[in-house]
């Protein structure tokens, strides 16, 4: 069974630059996650699509973050303006199950550094 | 809101001890309660999976305890290897249908050869 697949792996942006992540869930797992680890962090949610629609996004900046699950499948997180602080890693995860019945998986993440 | 702590923040330990990893959490009410190790610069790899109704789980050397009433799990990692060197993280995930998975800070691991 493929993972969950995620790029670009790193990415290096000067600030006010604008970034996009990709991620590729487990087939058929209804659930998907984007979180942000800064370094020394536990992850913190930033947005979680049941299928294609928003479960909850309360967490995320949405002044400069924006996310969308075209189709239920994948995703793509994009930043802009980036600033210093969105240096993190960005992690993606899904689940086959509603809310938070299933186990979870994880992608390898993509680094992000802001200069 | 469900809170999340694991104890301690940092271990080190020589090859081939038994050890314990903590977490305990606020809100008894959970679905579920999942372990996780992340190396350096990886993603969080799922190491075992304890449903509410469950007491615990094993995989290999590993074994996952839950204890729902008194809001605690632990960790068993027995004959411990210097490749178990790691962050474990264990994620609450609440009962309802609204409720989010709530992260611990994690436990880094330093087991020495």
């Known amino acids: 069974e493929a993972g969950v697949a995620q790029s670009p792996r790193y990415k290096i942006i000067e600030k006010r630059q604008s970034v996009a992540f990709w991620c590729n869930p487990i087939?058929?797992?209804?659930?998907l996650y984007w979180y942000q680890q800064i370094l020394g962090q536990g992850p913190k949610l930033l947005i979680q699509f049941q299928n294609n629609g928003v479960v909850d996004d309360s967490q995320l900046p949405k002044d400069r973050f924006s996310a969308e699950r075209l189709k239920g499948v994948d995703s793509t997180l994009k930043i802009q303006p980036a600033k210093l602080e969105d240096s993190a890693v960005y992690l993606c995860?899904?689940?086959?199950?509603?809310?938070?019945?299933?186990?979870?998986?994880f992608g390898e993440g993509s680094r992000l550094t802001v200069l | 809101k469900q809170e999340v702590t694991q104890i301690p923040a940092a271990l080190s330990v020589p090859e081939g001890e038994n050890l314990v990893l903590n977490c305990s959490f606020t809100d008894s009410a959970i679905y579920n309660l999942q372990w996780f190790r992340q190396d350096p610069g990886k993603g969080l790899t799922s190491l075992l999976l304890?449903?509410?109704?469950?007491r615990e789980q094993t995989s290999g050397r590993l074994n996952a305890s839950l204890d729902k009433s008194s809001g605690r799990s632990t960790l068993y990692i027995a004959a411990s290897q210097p490749g178990d060197s790691a962050t474990y993280l264990c994620v609450v995930g609440g009962e309802t249908s609204g409720s989010r998975l709530t992260f611990g800070e994690g436990t880094q691991l330093t087991v020495n050869p």
């Open positions: 087939s058929g797992h209804a659930t």
């Open positions: 995860a899904s689940s086959w199950a509603w809310g938070t019945a299933g186990e979870l998986f």
């Open positions: 304890i449903q509410s109704s469950q």
